[in-house]
């Protein structure tokens, strides 16, 4: 499983933002408790000093400090009874103004060694579902909302069923990916006309796979291709970026292409769609592309080697149904 190296860069902000503000927080009731209780600031700095005369022991040679160690041990803790006396007295928890960690774990760090700590990752996945929900615009696309009534319930002899009973089928090939998405996954190319619900779908799976704390990437397939040709032919100094969303889009744990078939088809367009497909099959990432085009459209717009491992790499399901959004519209 691997992490959106830019979500991952906003979860880490997040948590620094935290931390920064527990710091700003334990400063002011510092603050507050040394102008009510005099007392206690003292007792923090003699505490201080047994710290640095602990230090100042474990340091020398030549003697056993034991007796002098045990004796400070003592006096530290005589000090930090007195302090939590003061504290009570003056109407404040013994441990209010204690240098505490939001997380034990990790100790406001993010890693427990070299892997991401569960406070930095539930920032992750919350940073993850806010960048699908703002680009996909999610409401209701979850797959109980998926509404199957808008499919015709007449049989088609052509398809050898009703539409909507074909949709049904579609709609539970969807929820079985996502909800038991892993390595060993397939990819998935949904096809059919506008208006039938791949775009929904993308959203549903999306979300639930997100949800289980994998990296996915969701965007339209002009942007996609835009940002290849960005990266191969600006001469801009920020290369960087650009390059960085690249890597997203080949090492993402899940690539949902959207509209394939929308951007403007040029010979780079053709090569780019080859590396990203080809990249993520050897690399074993996973890709769900949606697009409108007919198998004849996508012969005459792409090459073999793409139709090869689009209709032969890829889960093809069929979308067949009338357009919902102008079914919906009344027209």
């Excluded at 935290?18 to 009510?36: D, F, I, N, P, S």
């Excluded at 397939?186 to 639930?208: H, Q, W």
């Excluded at 993402?252 to 080859?274: K, N, P, R």
Aim: with cysteine.
């Amino acid at each position: 499983m691997s992490l959106d190296g830019k979500i991952l860069a906003r979860a880490k902000r997040r948590l620094e933002e935290q931390k920064h503000r527990h710091e700003m927080r334990l400063a002011g009731r510092t603050e507050e408790v040394y102008r009510k209780c005099p007392r206690v600031a003292d007792l923090d700095r003699e505490l201080k000093s047994t710290v640095i005369e602990a230090v100042g022991l474990a340091l020398k040679s030549g003697r056993d400090p034991g007796k002098a160690m045990e004796e400070l041990r003592e006096k530290n803790l005589h000090l930090q009874s007195e302090r939590a006396r003061e504290l009570i007295a003056a109407g404040f928890p013994p441990d209010y103004i204690d240098d505490t960690y939001l997380c034990s774990d990790c100790r406001d760090t993010g890693y427990v060694g070299t892997s991401p700590c569960a406070c930095l990752l539930k920032l992750y996945n919350e940073e993850l579902k806010a960048s699908l929900s703002s680009l996909l615009k999610l409401g209701g696309e979850t797959f109980d909302t998926f509404d199957l009534s808008w499919y015709d319930d007449t049989y088609d002899p052509e398809l050898g069923t009703s539409p909507r009973q074909h949709m049904e089928a579609v709609l539970e090939a969807c929820y079985r990916y996502a909800n038991k998405f892993g390595e060993k996954s397939t990819n998935l190319f949904l096809r059919g006309d506008p208006g039938l619900g791949k775009t929904f779908l993308s959203a549903c799976i999306a979300r639930v796979v997100a949800e289980k704390g994998f990296s996915v990437v969701y965007d339209m397939a002009c942007s996609v291709f835009a940002a290849f040709e960005e990266e191969k032919f600006s001469k801009g100094e920020d290369m960087s970026a650009l390059r960085g969303e690249i890597r997203r889009y080949l090492s993402c744990d899940l690539l949902i292409l959207d509209d394939l078939g929308t951007e403007m088809s040029t010979a780079f367009t053709v090569s780019a769609l080859y590396e990203l497909i080809n990249t993520r099959l050897i690399t074993g990432k996973k890709t769900v592309i949606s697009s409108n085009l007919s198998e004849e459209e996508l012969q005459r717009r792409y090459t073999p080697q793409i139709l090869s491992r689009l209709l032969g790499e890829y889960q093809v399901l069929k979308f067949y149904g009338s357009d919902i959004r102008l079914l919906k519209k009344g027209v």
